[in-house]
């Protein structure tokens, strides 16, 4: 099992990233994949969940309105569009594979496997 998470970068307040999450060693109607963060000298936090066969979505409040997650099942990737940045966003964001229950989805320590993350950067 392989997440590879991409599509980080710098941008400014206001703008927008899209992440990617390549998935590989599973089928993702089988898993669900959930975005997390963690900021320096912050705990990790969960951004948004997606379930594996429902596709049904989750969002912290702070994103809510401003990213979305969605897949692609026949590439195997899921994504986090992220629209009006601003700098409170800034962090390292990871995905996760996971079969966390619907009221828990942003606990980290239900999720089996992690990819490396990928650092985005938003300038005010």
């Known amino acids: 099992v392989q997440l590879q998470a991409s599509g980080g970068g710098l941008v400014q307040a206001g703008g927008s990233l899209r992440l990617s999450c390549e998935a590989s060693?599973?089928?993702?109607?089988?898993?669900?994949i959930g975005w997390f963060r963690q900021a320096p000298g912050k705990e990790r936090e969960g951004v948004s969940y997606?379930?594996?066969?429902?596709?049904?979505?989750f969002y912290a409040d702070s994103v809510k309105g401003r990213f979305t997650i969605f897949r692609d099942n026949a590439k195997n990737t899921v994504y986090l569009q992220m629209n009006s940045l601003n700098p409170e966003d800034t962090a390292v964001y990871y995905c996760?594979?996971?079969?966390?229950?619907?009221?828990?989805?942003?606990?980290?320590?239900?999720?089996?496997?992690w990819g490396r993350g990928t650092q985005v950067t938003v300038s005010s």
């Open positions: 996760a594979r996971g079969r966390p229950v619907a009221s828990a989805w942003f606990t980290s320590s239900l999720y089996y496997d």
């Open positions: 060693g599973f089928r993702l109607r089988d898993y669900g």
């Open positions: 997606i379930r594996g066969g429902s596709g049904t979505t």
